[in-house]
């Protein structure tokens, strides 16, 4: 059975990785997806390759989102998934005592600015009927703190609390629009491949790097999406207001390793 057959719904930063993922999950449970992203030739390539539509979106900037606005103007579902950590271009001091003003801003603006214009958007494209579903992609960081990224642990705990207030916002004024957040931890996406490298010592690095993780392995991007098509499906339709962890267990304490 398809899920979303026939929703109009649109997902940010799905030009790789777990936006991707997503785009491709919601393409197969039956919605038209527009695909959106700030990487036109890899949103483009990515749409044409998951059989969606691309358009061209960077969640910063509010002229961006009343283009989308303008060609999209109602929506089922909106995944608010695009984001930064604040490394794209190198190494730089995120921590709480050496981060500059402009690179706490520049992470702000797109992870949270981006968030609630994706939001505001998409309450404007349900209110019509009164009815839909809006996903925020948080992360682990958003539930706590991150000494070496302060910015991004920031923007992503902000970006939780913001799921609350939409969804309670939406209830207030009598509407079917949920809203709920989802944290992934490790998981698999090209973000990590600088760090894990193609060198013999590949599979030491994964697993050092999940060793805290009671899974012990990287969670798959395939994983989130899976918990995005139900929270957009009708199926969800009791549950708002709520946040997912995807860590293989993480946040839930501590596992002894097996024997």
């Keep these: 059975m398809q899920r979303l057959t026939n929703k109009i719904c649109v997902v940010t930063g799905a030009a790789r990785g777990i936006g991707r993922a997503i785009a491709e999950r919601f393409h197969a449970e039956g919605a038209q997806v527009f695909l959106t992203d700030i990487d036109e030739t890899a949103g483009s390539a990515a749409a044409a390759d998951l059989g969606c539509r691309f358009v061209p979106l960077d969640v910063a900037q509010e002229a961006d989102w009343a283009r989308l606005a303008a060609l999209v103007p109602t929506a089922d579902v909106v995944v608010n998934n695009a984001g930064i950590t604040g490394f794209e271009h190198g190494m730089v ?27 505001r958007y998409a309450i404007g494209a349900m209110k019509a009927t009164g009815t839909g579903a809006i996903l925020n992609l948080s992360s ?8 070496g990224a302060a910015a991004y642990a920031a923007s992503k705990a902000a970006i939780r609390n913001h799921s609350k207030t939409v969804a309670l916002y939406c209830a207030q004024q009598g509407w079917k629009i949920r809203c709920n957040s989802i944290h992934p931890t490790a998981i698999l996406t090209p973000m990590w491949e ?56 993480l946040l839930a304490g501590s596992a002894a390793a097996p024997g």
């Design 93 to 119: 001091a995120h921590d709480p005592e050496h981060a500059a003003l402009e690179d706490w801003r520049a992470v702000h603006r797109v992870n949270l600015d981006g968030t609630f214009l994706g939001c």
């Design 194 to 249: 600088p760090m894990l490298g193609n060198g013999p010592d590949r599979e030491v690095r994964m697993a050092a790097l999940v060793a805290d993780t009671p899974l012990r392995r990287f969670g798959l991007a395939e994983e989130v999406a899976a918990v995005a098509a139900m929270l957009a499906s009708d199926e969800a339709a009791y549950i708002t207001g709520a946040e997912f962890q995807i860590d293989g267990g």
């Design 140 to 147: 682990r960081s958003g539930m706590v703190g991150i000494p």
